[in-house]
């Protein structure tokens, strides 16, 4: 009986031991999954993190912003060209430099010009002699040489009629047959005729010409001095004038070249006619209207403000498409040539210049 209870109570150790084996093992399994549990959660807190950067950054950088409209300044060119051709002897003008309406720009020597104008000179001095000619009708000695035909044939036509007087007597009287008589009628006739020719002759000498001769040559004195004012116009083309107020923007030959008729030699641009181009999408035109005032800045000019009035728009055409169709739910987006004039004159502003409208007016 004494020996059992030790029996017992070294039997009990064991059992103790191998019961709190099993109770101390789960704890540790916990802990590891704990572990494993706070590195899965820290590896995903990572990756939304990760995807929440990556989504903010493609908005800022990727996502839609408002347009920045630019236009560009644009002003009138004349060409200035030649009506003859010829030479180049003289430039009295240099690239950038203003001129005035009426400004002589260069010279142009042409020597077959000046050929054409002797060629014409002669000719109206030939058509002058004719109609003068015309006009005085005939010479003093044609005159008298008339008149003295005609006074031939009025001596020849009294003699003629005291012939037939003497002729016709006898004729009635018998003596003469009707042969004799028929001779002498036929002679007075023929004197008669005579001396009416010489008579015109000499009334045609002393009228002169017919009026439709007197015209014909005043028509050639007329057409000779037409043909002199066009040669001379040509000349005037040898020294080309300035048609428009503005600046040399470019000269295209050299001094002593050839240049043909028609051949630019110069461009002047006429800044009294500036203007701007737009390029403006289709969906931003609801508010603009011709009239319609725009505001923006120039770059060039230290962003100095300036205020611009519509005065025309257009399509740019099917090549100017700025979107492409899309296969759901879109369309074609046109863009159309908004032009704009500025309301006051900019001093400063050039031809190729930009200016970038304001945002928030389209």
């Not at 030939?126 to 008149?147: D, I, L, M, T």
């Not at 009228?207 to 057409?223: C, F, M, S």
């Not at 006619?273 to 011709?290: H, M, P, T, Y």
Request: hydrophobic letters at 40%; zero cysteines.
């Amino acid at each position: 009986a004494s020996s059992s209870p030790k029996a017992n109570s070294r039997i009990s150790l064991p059992y103790k031991t191998m019961s709190t084996q099993p109770t101390q093992q789960p704890t540790q399994n916990e802990a590891a999954n704990a572990s494993s549990k706070k590195s899965i959660i820290f590896g995903v807190g990572i990756v939304v993190v990760a995807m929440v950067l990556l989504a903010l950054s493609g908005f800022i950088f990727f996502g839609e912003k408002e347009d920045i409209i630019t236009g560009q300044v644009e002003v009138d060119e004349v060409r200035i060209a030649g009506k003859v051709p010829g030479r180049i002897t003289e430039f009295l003008v240099s690239e950038g430099q203003s001129v005035h309406r009426g400004d002589t720009l260069v010279r142009i020597y042409s020597p077959e010009v000046l050929a054409k104008l002797e060629q014409a000179q002669a000719a109206k001095s030939a058509a002058e002699a004719q109609s003068q000619k015309a006009q005085a009708g005939a010479r003093k000695e044609q005159k008298e040489g008339a008149y003295e035909m005609w006074q031939k044939a009025k001596a020849g036509l009294e003699v003629a009629e005291k012939s037939f007087e003497r002729v016709e007597r006898l004729y009635k009287e018998g003596v003469l047959p009707a042969q004799k008589y028929d001779e002498a009628t036929a002679q007075l006739n023929a004197m008669r005729a005579t001396e009416r020719a010489a008579r015109s002759q000499y009334d045609m000498a002393m009228n002169g010409a017919q009026r439709e001769d007197k015209w014909a040559a005043q028509a050639l004195v007329e057409r000779a001095a037409g043909a002199i004012t066009e040669v001379d116009a040509y000349l005037k083309e040898g020294a080309l004038v300035a048609p428009v107020d503005g600046i040399i923007s470019e000269i295209y030959p050299h001094q002593g070249e050839l240049v043909g008729t028609g051949a630019p030699i110069m461009s002047i641009s006429d800044y009294r006619a500036v203007r701007v181009l737009f390029a403006v999408r289709e969906d931003k035109l609801a508010g603009l209207r011709q009239g319609s005032k725009l505001h923006g800045t120039i770059p060039a000019l230290g962003g100095k403000k300036v205020e611009l009035t519509i005065s025309k728009m257009k399509d740019m055409g099917s090549y100017a498409t700025w979107k492409a169709t899309k296969p759901r739910d879109q369309h074609d987006l046109r863009t159309f040539e908004v032009t704009a004039q500025p309301t006051q004159p900019v001093e400063g502003l050039l031809a190729g210049m930009t200016i970038v409208l304001d945002k928030g007016q389209l």
